[in-house]
């Protein structure tokens, strides 16, 4: 099976199928952005005249001599066409203000950056069980598109990756792009990768501590993450 219950693990290998023994499902050749999720699905209404968003993204990537913090801002243009419910689940998220704050936990230079776990444990309680149905992948997961974690079919639920390259193996895998970055994609270039993967087999942030302590695990032990200041409509 490709679905879990309760524990978000993080990280998926593709292709060639095992199970390690703590149950979590390994995919062996490509890595792929992945999500532990259980099944109950939502419906909203997608307003398809809000398909500009606006992000503001602190704690960039210091260059060379900087001493500040470095702040920037991407746009995302959503595409309805490409996967529609994705883009109704991502416009629900924005409405409630959900990316405000969230961190990119995991971000692996020439592949894609990875946010979408909320820094309120409580949150993430409330939707780690909201999954929504798999769309069917239009276009490929090129550089600057958009596209939800998962972890098995018709397991999305608010877990985002942005592409930093042509990604097309992803394309196998069932991931269905739900918009590109049209502004900023040097911020998104930016955002600090200096933690490498995540953990079990990285140094990086564990998903499933994100999930029981938010925020407060992260500003301890990873300060340096990249994170959503603000995300709103344009």
């Known amino acids: 099976t490709t679905t879990t219950t309760t524990t978000n693990t993080g990280q998926i290998m593709s292709l060639r199928k095992e199970t390690r023994n703590d149950g979590l499902l390994l995919l062996r050749k490509e890595e792929y952005p ?3 999720t259980t099944t109950f699905h939502t419906t909203t ?3 398809s005249n809000n398909t500009l968003i606006q992000f503001q993204v602190s704690n960039l990537n210091q260059k060379e001599g900087e001493q500040k913090n470095r702040n920037g801002t991407f746009v995302l243009r959503l595409h309805p066409s490409w996967s529609p419910l994705g883009v109704q689940r991502f416009l629900e998220l924005t409405q409630i203000s959900y990316w405000d704050e969230c961190r990119f936990f995991r971000v ?3 592949f894609m950056a990875q946010f979408g776990i909320h820094g309120d444990p409580n949150m993430n309680v409330q939707w780690n069980h909201r999954t929504i149905p798999d769309d069917q992948k239009v276009v490929s997961n090129k550089r600057g598109t958009v596209s939800f974690a998962m972890r098995g079919p018709n397991t999305r639920t608010t877990q985002i990756f942005i592409n930093f390259k042509d990604n097309a193996f992803l394309d196998r895998q069932g991931f269905s792009p739900i918009g590109e970055v049209v ?3 040097d ?3 930016s955002l600090y990768a200096g933690y490498g993967e995540g953990a079990p087999q990285g140094k990086g942030p564990n998903q499933g501590l994100i999930q029981a302590k938010g925020n407060e695990y992260l500003e301890k032990s990873y300060p340096k993450l990249s994170y959503f200041s603000k995300a709103d409509f344009k």
Do not use: A, H, R, Y
Request: cysteine-free; proline content about 7%.
């Open 108 to 110: 692996i230079p020439n």
């Open 183 to 185: 502004e900023g994609m």
């Open 34 to 36: 992945s999500e532990t």
């Open 45 to 47: 209404t997608m307003d």
């Open 187 to 189: 911020v998104v270039e």
